[in-house]
């Protein structure tokens, strides 16, 4: 079998046909929607045909065969390399009318690929240096799923198509050093080195060596030139043998074959014109009508469907004859099991009577520890803070190089590549990663924990110093904006909790999603035990729920989230005490939870009551929740230098300001009312 | 000259001694504060020392003197570095009162170096790869004024101290690919070696070969041991002399002298105890109290003040000297006059009469060309898409490595880079620098636009195709939360001009900002010329203002930003034809300039009558404005890849659905005051 994988499918028809199909699907798809990029489809059409005739196993019948080869291509403005490629090999979804839909309202061929519109991607790739580096996560879950279950059930390579944008992108260099540390070895990467990018010559913004940087991150790195297909083809042989991961730099022309615009950076973005692609059928000997490719070659790419469907069945025996089946079932469809529910709400009831009193992100480790001891799948890390995050527990041997049977990363001070990893890793499916870094660099992974949101991945932000009670090391560590940046995000859960109850809640509802990625927004200092009442039901799941409710009828409402909640209560027993006002302290973990309650639950937790919201950050966003009577009490600025409870003290966020708030709001609320 | 700067000021003080004034004051100020990093500047305090002690210029009693050599401690944790030698050398704030004051409120000895908290901070760092990333920019500055006013007027080299999770950051990659690419050769970094990051040794995370990974970039790359002062100074040497910018690889051991945990990652971020604290004091002979620095010592530290106050009085008569005096005294002091503002008023005018209908990317890229035709102070560039954000003007030639005379960078495809390097070129001094890219990858840049606004740097993002309007390229280009995101940041001016009249307004006041970024959000699509009113007056300074108001009493009051005013007119339009409902349409290029108006104007502004804000983006943060009666019309998840018009439609940002919406809140609103 290995022989036949190797060898060319067809020798019938040259695979530089098989290429030019995919550069005129490219040039009539972009000229037709006048809207595109033809030139990096044209110039990698050579070398990918070789990857995909000779090497690539996928069945487009079942295109999400767990063991088939990854392709991801990394430059995603070439979509129509893809597209086309997915129609010739008989991707159910993409006949040709859906080509000639380019980019228009409903079509498959969305301008960059988007993971779970079309069959068959692996990835959504468009912002350039995340293929390369989500790759890597394919790769590290490959190698995980080898270790668990032998290369008889998992055995299958990583490809990537780059372009210089990747590669200068700077989650390229955390990928690659991370790749090479860990010896990747299935991972191979072609670079389209064609010296053009949209300013121009490359010349214009780099003198990088590409080889030997990557020889410098632990990689094999080879050069050919990628319109040769031996060439390739022999690169691509190396490569899979290699102990590294590789990298074949494809000398190449942007926009090979075009009349007169071949090599140049106009062919990069936009439609060559019908005069220029004239010219190029001629040039190209293409006497076929825009869309349509002649059986022979349709019946050439098919082939590569014929082996991948072949190399699918023979898997399927594999799998269906090994004891693991159901071991490997359960895992490959990430089914974490009823027990973590279980053990957590034990975990919840036991530390309320215990009453006990740690830092969210303690208690996060906590729950991991029950967590990870109930399930296999989860995968611990952190961008090199782990004894501050907290994110390892008792079951997290870490993974290296030389054994990937472990459950924890140590991803290095790389926060974008981590956030990459962990979607690449919950793309091919088998684990649940989990990664941590400090709340405020959530800034330096926004590209990766965009695309977890938009892709719709269970991934899990461990988030920790979640504010200026992170004290001593200042401004540049305490994240202000960085809620409101993580609750515009569309998708994505923003839990906050206030205690060990509502982490270990949380920790819940983020595992028990499918489609959408979570935030769990951590204190450094130690928070009480606020929870009253039995901890049977997931409070949290409602989003905003009533902590303390007034013990008659309410003068007022305190919002607040996570480490604030206890200075709401606070403010709330003092208020009572020395004033003889009746208040209710709402916690609201998630704010995207309680969007989904229904009105009237949204409006009982809410109150009639002038509210304020306090939350040791920006106001933005809270204005919604405040309502037209109410006030917010945080943060205006940037934070500062100081033991926390100084800045808190500093900024306002005491229960003697909120009670000073709340009584100049009830005379004002009142004197409004009586109008 | 040259021979006093390169031999140690002192002979009869070890510099041995001197660096151990470093460890002590690091270890004690750390054990006082019982927070903070004393292994990096223990580890480092010798190749530093040699740093100071023979090479750097600068002048305690100026310390802003314009060609002093910048220092950046890219590696911020070890801010005790810098504020022990600032005390040794004699900064007049940084008594041994602010040492022992580490980390406290009010202290100048913030926990990370942070600019323009204490005298010669040159940048804030913490965030780690960002000082070296900054000094990148700062030594592209230095090229261009030597280039404009010789190496008699500016002639001075930029030290970093960087640390492994400085080199293992992305951006790192991205900086030093631009710098080796620009031969950025009087940029020196010193590469903290020790071979440990927080979870332990590097070797957990990564296995580059970073002298390889160097010389790859075009660097210059050498390799010392760190504790030995002679191959220290030897190395610096040969980098002064080197044609390309320097990595000195200095190999240390974290934590060195300390008793018994010298080379341990324990001694990174913790105080080391008072026992191991006493153990070190008889280890290295230092018999002195904690806060002690002896005179002798003290004093040999002081002759670096001496040898730069010297150096900085021959640069004064220097320029004393020279005829360019005015001109450079001008252009240091970024001083861009008041031209720009008259040529700009006389713009808007002209374009008024002319009802110029353009994309306010194209009507951005107008204004610079009367910008930079004004001021030869302002530095533009892009990531790689200058042809996109069209921010390339006819007076801006590129810099390149053979001519810094330019004024155009091409970044790459380096988001994070340019916006660091744009950060340094305005911290050097003597520039205004502009960068563009799309508003979506604001995102990878998020890391160092934030300490834009935490320095409070007048730098300009430029952020073309900012929404849904981009059209093809689909939801990854396609911004959604990223106008929350800036607006979330504290001291960050977002603008969002509605056409050509706008722009030429937003572009104007970011010009007129001393200590506040601006972020300009621009169409990729045309928007016709809106403005009635005499352009005399800039508008667009109140942040809002009423730009079609009813004829009557307001029915309804429509909020709008961008490309949505036109939609908004033209729905108020529709309403008073179809429904004869009165409407006042708001432009509101500016939340931050209208929240400092005063309550009256805001007031009149925003109205009585209930309110639709129209933002083709996420609602978050919009009900501020909206008030209670009000609605939002904009985007509920993530886009799609269509035609920009089809977006509209399908989205409902449409004059019809927004006078549906009127028509209903007029009915509801009526009904409710009626209650």
Request: contains cysteine; glycine residues 10%; charged residues 20%.
């Amino acid at each position: 079998m290995n022989i036949s994988q190797k060898a060319p499918h067809s020798a019938t028809i040259a695979e530089k046909d098989m290429a030019n199909a995919i550069r005129f699907l490219a040039m009539d798809a972009v000229q037709k929607a006048n809207s595109g990029h033809p030139g990096m489809p044209m110039g990698m059409a050579d070398a990918v045909t070789v990857l995909f005739n000779r090497f690539i196993r996928i069945d487009p019948s079942l295109p999400d065969w767990p063991d088939r080869d990854r392709f991801v291509l990394s430059a995603g403005h070439g979509s129509m390399l893809l597209y086309a490629i997915h129609h010739l090999i008989g991707f159910a979804d993409m006949p040709m009318s859906e080509l000639s839909s380019f980019r228009q309202f409903g079509a498959k061929t969305a301008g960059h690929p988007e993971y779970g519109h079309a069959l068959g991607i692996e990835t959504t790739t468009g912002p350039l240096g995340q293929g390369i580096s989500t790759a890597v996560g394919m790769a590290i879950a490959e190698q995980m799923m080898a270790a668990r279950f032998g290369s008889s059930l998992c055995n299958h390579f990583t490809y990537v198509v780059a372009g210089d944008g990747c590669l200068q992108e700077g989650i390229s260099h955390e990928a690659i050093d991370l790749a090479g540390h860990l010896k990747l070895r299935k991972l191979i990467v072609l670079w389209d080195d064609n010296q053009i990018s949209i300013d121009g010559a490359t010349s214009l913004s780099t003198s990088m060596d590409q080889l030997a940087r990557f020889r410098a991150a632990g990689w094999n790195a080879q050069a050919v030139d990628g319109h040769d297909p031996e060439a390739v083809a022999k690169a691509i042989e190396r490569a899979r043998k290699s102990r590294k991961p590789s990298l074949i730099a494809c000398r190449t022309l942007i926009g090979k074959g075009a009349a007169s615009m071949e090599g140049s950076h106009k062919t990069h973005g936009a439609a060559l014109g019908d005069k220029e692609i004239t010219a190029t059928r001629e040039k190209l000997d293409w006497p076929h009508p825009p869309f349509f490719v002649p059986p022979q070659i349709k019946s050439a790419w098919e082939g590569v469907a014929v082996r991948g469907r072949a190399a699918r069945e023979t898997w399927e025996i594999r799998k269906d004859a090994t004891r693991s089946k159901a071991r490997y079932e359960r895992t490959i469809n990430r089914d974490i099991g009823p027990e973590i529910a279980r053990r957590l709400a034990r975990f919840r009831n036991e530390h309320r009577e215990k009453v006990t009193k740690v830092a969210t992100r303690q208690a996060s480790q906590m729950a991991l520890e029950v967590i990870n001891g109930a399930t296999d799948l989860t995968i611990g890390g952190s961008a090199d803070l782990t004894g501050s995050n907290l994110t390892m527990t008792s079951q997290t041997p870490a993974i290296t190089a030389g054994s990937f049977r472990g459950r924890y990363l140590h991803y290095g001070i790389r926060e974008h590549a981590m956030a990459a990893a962990m979607n690449g890793i919950a793309l091919h499916g088998g684990f649940v990663p989990y990664g941590g870094t400090f709340l405020v660099f959530a800034d330096y992974a926004r590209g990766a924990i965009r695309l977890s949101a938009l892709m719709g991945l269970p991934v899990i932000y461990v988030l920790t110093h979640d504010s200026i009670g992170l004290g001593e090391d200042g401004p540049t560590h305490q994240p202000i904006e960085h809620l409101a940046m993580l609750r515009a995000t569309p998708n994505i859960n923003v839990f906050r909790p206030a205690d060990i109850i509502e982490t270990a809640e949380c920790w819940e509802l983020a595992l028990a999603e499918k489609s959408t990625p979570s935030a769990l927004a951590l204190s450094r200092q130690a928070l009480p035990m606020l929870r009253e009442t039995d901890t049977q039901e997931n409070l949290s799941a409602r989003g905003a729920y009533i902590l303390r409710e007034a013990k008659g009828p309410r003068d007022i409402t305190l919002l607040a989230t996570g480490s604030e909640v206890e200075i709401a209560v606070q403010a709330a027993e003092k208020l009572r005490a020395e004033n003889g006002v009746e208040t209710a302290v709402v916690s609201m973990p998630s704010w995207e939870k309680f969007e989904t309650q229904t009105d009237a639950y949204q409006r009982r937790i809410l109150g009639g009551a002038p509210r304020i919201a306090i939350e040791a950050a920006g106001r933005l966003g809270w204005d919604r929740w405040i309502g037209p009577h109410g006030t917010f009490i945080g943060m205006q600025g940037f934070g500062a230098s100081a033991p926390a409870g100084e800045l808190y003290r500093h900024f306002g966020i005491t229960p003697k300001h909120i009670a000073a708030e709340a009584l100049r709001l009830i005379g004002r609320g009142r004197k409004e009312r009586r109008q």
